[in-house]
């Protein structure tokens, strides 16, 4: 490690540090991408107007604790760069990495300074136990520095735009969806169910979603709805429900932009068997941006959902963006199966261990063979005794049963007594 990457300090930001950060500019934010450096100032102007009600929910153990979860390396006084985390799931198991910026006016190297900031959250934030990221394709620089800090890619992302030419000609039919519910915390199981059939296993374990994951406090619900306020979007969301099955077998959630200064997005999820929702659930997204100012919409698709690729690709979607989703995991092995409580064991499945695994085979020593060889082992250590000691308990024995055999003899009726 070079010396003067060693004196770098790293701590949670505070209110003087945005102004040291706004300072450097876009040329000198380096990220790797610029429009990851433009995202970067827009995200510091927000800390600046919500720092005092963040600083506050850090304080105490509540839902928005982490929203606040920004870290920088100082060094001699100059902010060196900043890094931005936040949890993924609701048991915070694993952890995302939102955004990494280095100053690169004071002379810091993008791969040295940022792999500081990843190693420090790795080993403050003790509750993840993976860590997941996504990267553009295009960005060089933060793909070395994930690659050399660990992570391994996960998947490949491919970003979607479908213009409004398209969306108004999607809305011209009337979409298959007989039953199209809107989603609520009642319907938390069957969307954790769908999620979990949705992806191969190994993302399943990354992301590690639970049904709380699905649910939203009042607490969540209020600060939503404050986000789509001041950012003066409405999201929409609705579920497809199978009755035979009794599950969900597709959901979509719309985020739409009520004044149009931004694109319409969406994230879309289809059960793998029922492949035909894709163009209905699209017809049915067309149909709710009617009531919106007409702009193009934003989806996503992972290279393990072919199907879903080729339906964008047939409505005439245009891909916008490449990503590649990386993770990286702070324990030896990821454990596949939930963790069991012993709470949860019964008398059975813990006695069922306890039980011997084969009969047991029966050996070729008898009883009467095992008393023989005790016998064998007496008689020899009498025999191994000394001449004296043998010829003492000899004449001892004799004298017992001379006089045994004298008081039998001696023995006689009360009437010869007499």
């Known amino acids: 490690m070079p010396a003067h990457s060693q004196n770098v300090v790293i701590r949670p930001i505070q209110y003087r540090d945005l102004d040291a950060l ?155 969806l007989p039953n199209l519910l809107p989603v609520s915390n009642a319907d938390a199981q069957l969307l954790y169910q769908l999620d979990t059939a949705a992806m191969p296993p190994l993302v399943r374990q990354v992301f590690d979603h639970q049904i709380q994951d699905f649910k939203t406090n009042p607490v969540q619900s209020m600060t939503q709805g404050m986000s789509q306020w001041m950012n003066r979007a409405e999201v929409i969301s609705a579920y497809v429900f199978e009755p035979q099955r009794k599950a969900a077998i597709g959901r979509f959630e719309l985020r739409a932009c009520r004044d149009g200064s931004r694109p319409h997005s969406a994230q879309l999820i289809v059960h793998p068997a029922y492949t035909w929702l894709y163009p209905e659930l699209l017809t049915q997204m067309a149909q709710v941006l009617r009531a919106y100012p007409s702009n193009e919409l934003h989806l996503s698709s992972r290279d393990y959902q072919p199907e879903r690729e080729e339906v964008f690709a047939q409505v005439g979607a245009v891909q916008i963006e490449h990503g590649l989703m990386m993770s990286r995991s702070v324990w030896h092995k990821l454990r596949e199966s939930k963790a069991i409580s012993l709470e949860g064991l019964q008398l059975p499945d813990v006695l069922q261990g306890l039980q011997p695994s084969g009969k047991p085979v029966p050996g070729r020593i008898s009883w009467a063979a095992d ?48």
Request: net charge negative; aromatic share 10%; glycine share 6%.
């Open 22 to 176: 706004a300072a450097c500019g876009e040329g000198t934010l380096e990220s790797g991408d610029p429009v990851d450096a433009a995202e970067i100032s827009q995200f510091l102007a927000q800390v600046r107007q919500w720092y005092g009600p963040l600083k506050f929910l850090s304080l105490f153990p509540n839902p928005l604790q982490k929203l606040l979860s920004v870290y920088v390396a100082e060094r001699e006084g100059k902010i060196c760069g900043m890094i931005q985390v936040s949890p993924f799931n609701h048991t915070r198991s694993t952890w995302e990495i939102q955004r990494i910026a280095i100053n690169g006016a004071v002379g810091s190297s993008f791969t040295v300074v940022g792999s500081q900031l990843l190693r420090y959250c790795f080993e403050k934030l003790w509750e993840a136990r993976t860590w997941l990221t996504e990267v553009n394709v295009n960005n060089k620089s933060a793909l070395a520095l994930y690659r050399q800090n660990g992570f391994q890619p996960l998947a490949q992302v491919t970003y979607w735009s479908i213009a409004s030419e398209v969306l108004s000609e999607l809305a011209t039919r009337e979409p298959d």
């Open 371 to 418: 008393q023989a060889f005790h016998a064998d082992a007496n008689r020899s250590q009498y025999r191994a005794a000394k001449p004296g000691q043998a010829k003492e308990h000899s004449s001892e024995s004799d004298r017992l049963a001379n006089s045994s055999e004298a008081g039998l003899g001696d023995r006689r009726p009360l009437d010869s007594a007499d």
